[in-house]
Structures are given as C-alpha cells and as structure tokens.
C-alpha cells in the first residue's frame, strides 16, 4: 500500500470513529431523555409523574415543609449524598397525600447504603419520624451488610421493612446499578415488587398485621401501620441514594 492509499484509509477510519461516537452518543442521550417522561399511554392510563427530573418541586421536609433539604435534582437523579452539606438531612414526603394507587420507581443505592421508600406518613409534628407512622419498602446494599443484618429477609431489599421476610427470594443489583421497585395499595392491602418479583403482600388491619407488628421494633409507635393514606416518603439515612423516574396512578 503506497502513501497515499495508507493516508486514504487512515482518514476513512477516523471518519468512521466519529461517526460510530456520534451514533453512540445519540442513543445514550436518547436513552437519558426518556428518563422522569411519560409516554401517551402512560399519560392516558393515568400515570402522573412525582420527580419532573430537574428539580425537587412536589417534596418537602418531613414535618418541616419550609426548610431547606439535602435532596438534590441531578443528572435527571433526586439524590442524597452524606457528604452534601448545604442542605439539612433528613426524609422527604410528598406534598400530596395518596390512599389507592401504584407506585412505580427506579432506584440505586451507595456501597453499604440503606434507604427506604414509607407509605401512609401522616406528616406531622406529633410524630418524631416518617418511620412512626409509616410502614417501609426497604432499598439496601444486601451483599455489603454487617453479617446478620438481614434478618431472615426482613430487612433485605424489596422487604417490608421489619415486619415480614421476602415473600419470594431475590437480591438486588449491586450498588451503583438501576432497581426497579413497585408498590401497590388498595383498601389498605399493600403489594411489593423488586425488579418484576413480588417481595410483600399483607393486608393493613387484618389480624396478621396487627400481629406482624406487635412483634417488631415498630410496635413503640403508637400509630405505626395504622393509616391507609397519607404522604410517600423517601428516607435519608447512610451513605447515598437516587431515584428517578418516580411515577403514580391513582386506582378508584
């Protein structure tokens, strides 16, 4: 191959590298714009966003609607990180109240990180956490616990935290990967889901629950679990979290 020809192939095969690049990012910024939107279908079955992806308008402080947060809108992500320290930690809850409706919500958890998503909050200054009132889908690292933190399940990921193990056995992804959790409550029975598996399913009210709780750490809360509406909380507890693509539809 002469000179030229070597120079020929060598400017084709640049040529090509740009363009492979510049398919590639088309896609991936395709893929990013889906994140936190509706489709139509979506919009005409009544799914309504809880985090438009850019800000964190539609939450507040647990019980202190006018303080300022460390939940933070990033890359599309409504993330808390321990180590923000220009906002004062602690759970969110949306504005709204919710009783019979699905809730769906991709998540990712730090190395060794705990967190939660709370049902039925009842937001108010009466009660010390979004914990004494709300029961909890559980968002852990499962494979970088203490050893026994798990509990039988109770406290894996996807569990209804403390209360009852897994209904089906399943990890999550590691930390730093997408999860996609499902909740479900109608006429207070609540259904959980972990990246298409059923975790929980428990009726609020029914002799069980009443007995799920008497025998868990929940049971020094006076109201705990008793409420079928109330605020969705997302809880700030150890080393980071996000969400996105935060979606409800309201069942009548």
């Not at 933190?149 to 056995?169: I, S």
Request: proline share 4%; aromatic share 10%; net charge positive.
């Amino acid at each position: 191959m002469n000179n030229k020809n070597r120079l020929r192939a060598a400017v084709l095969i640049s040529l090509a590298c740009v363009l492979l690049l510049l398919i590639i990012s088309y896609f991936y910024n395709k893929k990013l714009n889906t994140n936190n939107t509706l489709s139509s279908n979506e919009k005409a079955a009544g799914w309504v966003l809880l985090f438009d992806g850019k800000t964190t308008n539609g939450w507040h402080m647990f019980s202190k609607p006018a303080m300022k947060h460390a939940w933070k809108a990033v890359n599309g992500e409504l993330t808390s990180a321990s180590s923000d320290t220009t906002g004062t930690h602690g759970d969110i809850v949306t504005d709204g109240v919710y009783e019979n409706y699905e809730l769906v919500f991709d998540w990712k958890i730090a190395r060794e990180g705990n967190s939660g998503v709370f049902i039925n909050v009842q937001d108010d200054t009466s009660y010390m956490a979004t914990w004494a009132t709300g029961p909890e889908y559980q968002l852990l690292d499962n494979p970088n616990m203490q050893p026994g933190y798990l509990d039988g399940g109770k406290k894996g990921a996807g569990a209804l935290y403390g209360l009852a193990p897994l209904a089906n056995p399943i990890e999550p992804k590691p930390a730093g990967e997408w999860n996609t959790g499902r909740m479900m409550q109608v006429n207070g029975k609540i259904n959980f889901w972990l990246n298409g598996i059923m975790t929980a399913e428990e009726q609020i009210g029914s002799a069980r629950w009443k007995g799920l709780v008497a025998n868990s750490k929940a049971a020094v809360f006076p109201d705990f679990g008793k409420m079928t509406k109330g605020h969705i909380g997302l809880q700030d507890w150890a080393k980071g979290v996000s969400f996105r693509n935060i979606k409800i539809r309201i069942i009548q």
